[in-house]
């Protein structure tokens, strides 16, 4: 079965600052691997994936993601933190093939960007 | 193009009554999906279905049915809602065979059963 963690219920960053929101996954096979942002009451939106190739995946928003298939994470990142990035954010994973393309979310990660 | 809609957006029911939760995309997406969200939990699946006329269950399908209408609409029904299903529901879609392979989702349904 496939599963993902997100260590980290929130992360704290100043405006500015590096962010880094964790997660490292399991599954079998290569992974489809995603992260969304959920903003408060609203659904979620599509960031970035990785399916194959590049380990560095570029996003919307200025979001970028690292592949890292020996340690299975998938660490979502950004140079530069924005007030407007404060939400909740969501790794999800998906096994290469069958099962009905179901992804499998993480717990989330409170992001709070602070002035 | 309004994307994946829902309704209600809200909702409060006494235990034991029913609801049908409504979903549509206007995308022609073949996949369409039922979550719930619980804090700390994450995002569940419920049910979903990989085109017209096929469901099937996902993580956590029991005490909820759900119908695929047609290709636009795929509802979610509680015959007898219990206060453990006080939840916020999201509807996704996908196209079937993209190489995106990425979900859409609703604007969510927060339903609170009493």
């Known amino acids: 079965a496939q599963s993902v963690a997100q260590p980290e219920d929130q992360v704290n960053v100043a405006e500015g600052n590096p962010l880094t929101v964790k997660c490292t996954y399991s599954?079998?096979?290569?992974?489809?691997l995603f992260w969304y942002v959920q903003y408060p009451n609203r659904g979620l939106q599509f960031l970035l994936k990785?399916?194959?190739?590049?380990?560095l995946v570029k996003g919307s928003y200025g979001f970028e993601a690292e592949f890292n298939k020996s340690q299975t994470s998938f660490h979502l990142k950004k140079p530069s933190a924005l007030v407007s990035d404060s939400a909740l954010y969501f790794c999800a994973v998906r096994a290469p093939s069958g099962g009905g393309n179901k992804l499998t979310f993480g717990t989330g990660t409170q992001l709070k960007v602070e002035l | 193009n309004a994307g994946v809609t829902q309704t209600p957006k809200f909702q409060v029911l006494k235990t034991g009554q029913s609801m049908t939760l409504q979903c549509a995309q206007d995308m022609n997406h073949n996949s369409m999906y039922w979550y719930r969200q619980d804090p700390g939990m994450g995002l569940r699946l419920i049910y979903y279905?990989?085109?017209?006329?096929?469901?099937d269950k996902g993580e956590v399908p029991n005490g909820y049915n759900v119908s695929r209408l047609n290709k636009r609409e795929f509802s979610l029904r509680l015959e007898s809602a219990a206060p453990s299903q006080t939840s916020v529901y999201f509807c996704a879609s996908r196209e079937q065979g993209s190489v995106s392979y990425e979900q859409y989702f609703g604007p969510g349904t927060r339903l609170t059963v009493t």
């Open positions: 279905s990989a085109s017209e006329g096929t469901t």
């Open positions: 599954v079998s096979g290569n992974p489809y």
């Open positions: 990785y399916i194959t190739g590049d380990n």
